[in-house]
């Protein structure tokens, strides 16, 4: 079975949590037993960069359900206890490969992230409550001015869940693959040709503040994109700029029937959604309302959350999982029966998700995690093998 990314609160920072995504763990079948206790990991260099490269393993320890890092070898170390104020994290960085160069080290069982940076190395520090990660969207963490990105994983004994993810920035770009006990190997996450300038050229080319999405540091390095969500947050973007599509859709469906069939493999099961004021009320196949939903907001849409909360139930957060892909590929519109399985429609509307819209098509196999919910219809760029033989993660070329 597939894991789902969620939204999930990580420990807080001095003032407010980081709101990110990662990875859901359900448990392995007993069937599943022969994933070692850490598999390869081969980070390869192709970035053309000259700056040295730090790599970090972070995660909750599967076995024990603690928060720690791993060194190149795989070896776990819990956390020490932190601070408030928050107080240092022990040097959990690996030494990269230099460009052109590459290298092994070794991934354990945990639910977590592989981090890697560009000539500085990450500041990571502990509270009480446990680790604080990057707050891209914050201005005065310390990581703001530091060229990084990362990579989610799931590591258990049903297998390896590995993915490319644009859900909080656009950034240095890399890809992810795994090798499969045959010896082939499946991979996600290149862009295309010219398609790293090609995002940041299509956002600054656009007016209504998705431009002053892209964040440069002082010596003209470009660190990022910031995801929608975020740019609503610092004010890059205007709360309303989802507003005129939103009440198009509440406008639709308050005369007309919106299908949810949030399964792939319960084609039978169905959920109806009506507008009716400020509420879209969703019923099932005998009539019965089975959860609402206020009218919601950019922020909401763009995060996958607050008024579009998805709880990790039966009803409610299927069906808010397949409403937030479908307002952010603008395709409620379009098709009454949600969700899509073909991308030919996505982002057409001219209100729509331009971050998620510019990333999207400029990715070699089209797929990636530019929202939350981005694997609703299997658009993610995810690699998932029941038996890894290793695994790689490529920085790749800025062009």
């Not at 040097?91 to 052109?100: C, K, V």
């Not at 309302?289 to 579009?308: E, I, M, N, R, Y």
């Not at 429609?345 to 929202?371: P, S």
Request: hydrophobic share 35%; proline share 6%; charged share 15%.
């Amino acid at each position: 079975m597939r894991r789902k990314l969620t939204r999930r609160l990580l420990a807080p920072a001095a003032a407010a949590a980081l709101l990110t995504a990662v990875l859901s763990v359900q448990a392995p079948s007993s069937a599943d037993a022969a994933v070692p206790a850490t598999i390869p990991l081969k980070l390869v260099n192709n970035s053309g960069r000259g700056d040295a490269v730090y790599v970090y393993i972070i995660g909750t320890q599967l076995s024990t359900g603690q928060q720690g890092w791993a060194d190149a070898n795989g070896t776990f170390h819990a956390w020490p206890a932190g601070g408030n104020p928050p107080t240092p994290a022990p040097d959990a960085s690996i030494a990269g490969p230099a460009s052109g160069q590459s290298k092994t080290v070794r991934l354990p069982k945990f639910s977590g992230r592989v981090y890697f940076s560009y000539g500085q190395k990450l500041v990571f520090k502990l509270t009480t409550g446990g680790l604080v990660q990057p707050a891209v969207q914050n201005p005065t963490d310390p990581n703001h001015d530091i060229l990084f990105n990362w990579s989610e994983y799931t590591l258990n004994d049903a297998g390896i869940w590995l993915n490319s993810t644009q859900v909080d920035m656009f950034s240095a770009p890399y890809a992810v693959g795994v090798q499969r006990a045959d010896g082939s190997t499946v991979t996600t996450g290149h862009l295309k040709s010219g398609g790293y300038n090609g995002v940041l050229s299509d956002l600054r080319g656009r007016s209504g503040g998705w431009a002053q999405l892209v964040q440069t540091r002082s010596d003209g390095t470009v660190l990022r994109a910031l995801a929608p969500g975020h740019g609503l947050e610092s004010g890059a973007l205007p709360a309303s700029v989802m507003d005129d599509y939103i009440n198009r859709v509440w406008q639709k469906y308050a005369s007309s029937t919106l299908t949810v069939t949030p399964f792939g493999d319960q084609p039978n099961t169905k959920y109806f959604g009506k507008v009716s004021g400020n509420t879209m009320n969703f019923t099932n196949s005998s009539g019965a309302v089975v959860t609402s939903f206020q009218k919601p907001d950019a922020d909401s849409v763009f995060g996958c959350h607050k008024l579009l909360d998805a709880p990790n139930d039966q009803v409610r957060g299927p069906i808010s999982r397949t409403l937030c892909a479908g307002y952010n590929r603008t395709t409620l519109l379009t098709n009454a029966s949600q969700p899509d399985s073909s991308a030919t429609g996505f982002y057409q509307d001219g209100v729509t998700n331009q971050y998620a819209r510019a990333i999207h098509a400029r990715m070699a196999d089209g797929k990636a995690y530019a929202f939350a919910f981005d694997d609703v219809g299997n658009h993610e760029s995810l690699v998932n093998d029941g038996n890894p033989q290793s695994a790689t993660l490529t920085l790749d070329p800025f062009n």
